[in-house]
C-alpha cells in the first residue's frame, strides 16, 4: 500500500471516530461521494529514495532536452543557470568559504527527490501538467545538466533510485531519533 494510502485511511479512520462521538442522532451526514482510484492516484505522487512509488515509464536526457528547452527555460534558463537566486538548478558548490550555492547538483541528497518534485510542482506555471515519461525525460536532463548521468543513460523506476548524487553524504540521519 502506498504512504498516501496509508495516510488517507488513518485520516479516514480518525474522522469516522470523530464522527461517531458528535453526530449521533442523525441517519446520514451527506459527506459526499467516495474518491475513485482514478482521482486518488493524481494525489498519490510520493516516490521515495527507497524507490518506492514511482510509475511506469522511463527517459533519457537526450529525449529530455526538448521537454526543458519547452517547459522549463523559460525560468530556469537553457543551461539550468537560471533567471533569479531561487531557480539556478544547475552547478552551485557546498564547500565554497562563504555562503554554499544549494541547487540540485550540490546539495539534494536523493535523485527521487527530483522526480518527486518536478511530477507534483513543475513546471511552476502548470504543475502536473507533464505525463510520466516526460518528468523521466526532463529529470534525466536535469541531471545530465548537472553532469550526474549520461545523455542517453535510461532512468526509470528501477535505475533513477540508485544513482549517487554528489552530496548524497552531505546529511546526518537523525531518523533514529524520530
Ligand atoms: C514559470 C516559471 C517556472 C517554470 C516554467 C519552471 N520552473 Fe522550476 N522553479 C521555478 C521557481 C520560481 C522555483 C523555486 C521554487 C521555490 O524555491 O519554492 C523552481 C524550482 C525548481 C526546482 C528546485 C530548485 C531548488 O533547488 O530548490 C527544480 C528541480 C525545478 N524547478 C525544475 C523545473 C523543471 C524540470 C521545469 C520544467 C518541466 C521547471 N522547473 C519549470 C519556476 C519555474
Given at each position: 500500500m502506498s504512504t498516501l494510502k496509508k495516510y488517507l485511511m488513518m485520516a479516514t479512520i480518525a474522522s469516522t471516530a470523530y464522527l461517531h462521538l458528535t453526530v449521533n442522532s442523525q441517519e446520514s451526514v451527506g459527506l459526499g461521494t467516495p474518491v475513485t482510484e482514478d482521482q486518488l492516484s493524481e494525489f498519490d505522487l510520493i516516490a521515495g529514495p527507497d524507490g518506492d512509488g514511482f510509475p511506469a515509464g522511463s527517459g533519457t536526457a537526450r529525449q529530455g532536452k526538448a521537454v526543458y528547452d519547452a517547459?522549463?527555460?523559460?525560468?530556469?534558463?537553457l543551461t539550468g543557470e537560471g533567471v533569479s537566486g531561487n531557480t539556478i538548478i544547475v552547478g552551485g558548490d557546498?564547500?565554497?568559504?562563504?555562503?554554499p550555492l544549494r541547487t540540485v547538483g550540490s546539495y539534494?541528497?536523493?535523485a527521487s527527490t527530483v522526480f518527486d518534485f518536478v511530477r507534483r510542482a513543475?513546471?511552476?506555471?502548470?504543475?502536473?501538467?507533464?505525463?510520466n515519461e516526460e518528468v523521466y525525460q526532463v529529470v534525466a536532463y536535469v541531471l545530465y545538466l548537472n553532469g550526474?548521468?549520461?545523455?542517453d543513460e535510461v532512468l526509470n523506476a528501477e535505475t533513477l533510485p540508485n544513482i549517487e548524487m554528489p552530496n548524497a553524504d552531505g546529511f546526518i540521519d537523525q531518523s533514529h531519533l524520530l
Open positions: 517547459r522549463c527555460a523559460a525560468c530556469h534558463a557546498m564547500n565554497s568559504e562563504g555562503t539534494w541528497p536523493y513543475m513546471p511552476a506555471d502548470a504543475p502536473k501538467s507533464l505525463s550526474i548521468v549520461g545523455e
